[in-house]
């Protein structure tokens, strides 16, 4: 183990190094003249106003107003002389040979703006054509031109810099607070060579066989290695651009962070967003906006994406497998239906994934403060999936307290209905509390489709959820998860009494319309966008479970005895 360690070290060493080269290297390179300059990435942070608004909002969904009053006065020294009403950016240009970051702040006084760095390190030097060193730890030069202060620390990339530089940023600056644009095709390929040179440097160190490893797990590892290096490379030619913004929006209330990249087109990934549009679900009645917990993924695969995520599953198998047997302890009988689960479950998986289609939901809710599930699943073959249930319910038949199951219980719209009453003997009152007396598990089994529920009176709830995915086969995004905080903070406070004051807070602030984390994945055009939106009703439940936790905590002393 210490020797994987080890190795581990020092291949992230090595990315760490290759990483740091793409910057360093360049900074001390000579500017190549005549080539046309491409931007590599930017930074973008909204103006000072907006981000002192945002914070302001924050502070106060919080019930901690002082914080952002604070924060507005204790930025006042840092940003005179800077235009509150304009964007800061920091880009980095690149000619194909070399690097040139340099970053741009609005000035409405520049002499303010530089009697800040004064009072901390002295004085600037005068370097002429109004270029000024600045004397902090790293030197920097600063220029001012028109109503911008540019900033870089290579002088000869201030001798030529654009007159509107807030238009590099595009639509960042109004679309989030902070955002990080990256435009991978732009490295130049040298650069871009010597990263990827010491990345499969790190792997060819990786690959070397340990010694508990066999010959057919180090042969896996050695094209999974290889498989991820491919992807790597690939997506310096398919990404058009990847950008990271972090946004704060009262008018939505709430905050969110925001992934998205967009396809070059005609490469293989441009194809797969393609595939991404349109799409259609058979699980509609598998999701609630008023759920504790809902998902649905849907998506369409093509060719190249099929073999690799096959390859990937049936990989799976044969890791599964090796395990099961080093690990020695099914034996017999036991061993052998252990290997046909798997292979009967890979089976299915790979031969769904040929089917060119993923497609799935399932919620979480607690109607009557009870615990419900209820899911549903395209799958190839709906009998495969029945066959693994049943070698699974063989193999554990023997244990103490595992239930009968009644198989083919039920026919409701084709689907046949196994049930398994779930035993709760010796479980804790929580657990009791939370199922229910008689909660039972279901498995729906289709022709291509499989269903699963699991809680108190599960057969009638998963009855409605297959009515309502009949009646509607509605267009749907990639991808949609949120969890709602409120359900599930009234379950931990019913059933558990940690951090009581805390929890009771929270809840005292919360409504069911505003209590969610959201996770969506949207496509337009070439561009993918993936949001994790936080509402505002979870910022005030954070704020005034702090404030309780602290309000208890200050209530005693450090040996636990009441604070007078």
Do not use: C
């Amino acid at each position: 183990m210490n020797k994987l360690i080890q190795k581990g070290r020092h291949i992230w060493g090595r990315i760490a190094l290759a990483s740091m080269l793409l910057v360093a290297m360049p900074l001390a390179s000579i500017h190549a003249q005549g080539a046309e300059d491409k931007p590599v990435a930017v930074v973008s942070i909204s103006p000072v106003k907006k981000v002192l608004d945002d914070v302001q909002y924050l502070a106060d969904a919080a019930n901690q107003g002082d914080f952002g009053r604070m924060a507005a006065i204790m930025s006042s020294p840092f940003t005179q002389g800077i235009d509150k009403t304009r964007p800061i950016g920091v880009v980095l240009m690149t000619d194909g040979q070399q690097f040139k970051p340099f970053g741009f702040i609005p000035v409405s006084d520049f002499d303010s703006l530089l009697l800040i760095v004064k009072e901390q390190f002295g004085p600037p030097q005068d370097m002429g054509d109004d270029i000024k060193l600045l004397a902090t730890p790293v030197p920097l030069f600063v220029k001012k031109a028109g109503d911008w202060a540019y900033v870089s620390n290579n002088m000869e990339t201030l001798g030529n810099v654009p007159e509107d530089p807030a238009s590099m940023l595009k639509d960042l600056p109004t679309e989030y607070d902070l955002a990080i644009q990256a435009y991978p095709g732009n490295i130049p390929e040298l650069y871009r060579n010597i990263f990827l040179e010491q990345l499969k440097e790190g792997i060819r160190l990786s690959l070397q066989q340990l010694p508990d490893e066999t010959d057919e797990e180090y042969a896996l590892r050695k094209a999974q290695l290889s498989a991820q290096m491919d992807e790597i490379n690939k997506f310096f030619t398919d990404t058009s651009d990847l950008t990271i913004g972090w946004n704060v929006d009262a008018s939505q209330q709430g905050t969110y962070l925001d992934i998205l990249y967009t396809a070059n087109e005609g490469t293989d990934l441009a194809k797969q967003v393609e595939l991404s549009k349109n799409l259609t679900t058979e699980y509609s009645g598998f999701t609630s906006d008023s759920a504790a917990v809902s998902l649905q993924m849907t998506s369409k695969l093509g060719e190249a994406d099929i073999e690799r995520v096959a390859k990937q599953i049936n990989d799976v198998r044969d890791q599964a497998i090796r395990q099961l047997e080093s690990e020695g302890e099914l034996e017999g009988d036991d061993l052998e239906s252990a290997k046909k689960i798997i292979d009967l479950m890979v089976d299915t998986g790979v031969e769904t994934i040929r089917t060119g289609t993923i497609d799935y939901a399932m919620m979480a809710d607690l109607p009557g403060d009870k615990l419900m599930m209820v899911g549903g699943i395209h799958v190839a073959d709906g009998a495969r999936v029945e066959d693994g249930f049943k070698e699974m319910a063989k193999l554990l038949e023997s244990e103490e307290d595992f239930p009968p199951v009644k198989w083919d219980a039920e026919t409701y719209q084709g689907i046949r209905f196994h049930m398994m009453d779930l035993p709760l003997k010796g479980s804790s009152a929580a657990a009791k509390a939370t199922f229910g007396d008689k909660p039972v598990f279901v498995l729906g089994v289709g022709e291509r489709s499989v269903y699963f529920a699991l809680g108190t009176d599960a057969t009638t709830h998963l009855k409605k959820a297959i009515d309502a995915s009949l009646a509607d086969t509605p267009e749907v995004s990639p991808g949609k998860l949120h969890f709602s905080l409120l359900p599930i903070l009234k379950l931990v406070q019913k059933n558990n009494d940690d951090n009581k004051a805390a929890v009771d807070a929270a809840i005292a602030v919360l409504n069911s319309d505003n209590d969610k984390i959201l996770l969506t994945t949207e496509v337009s055009g070439l561009m993918v966008r993936t949001r994790i939106f936080l509402q505002e009703g979870l910022i005030k439940a954070i704020g005034a479970g702090a404030a309780a936790q602290n309000a208890e905590a200050d209530e005693f002393d450090e040996d636990g005895a009441p604070a007078f």
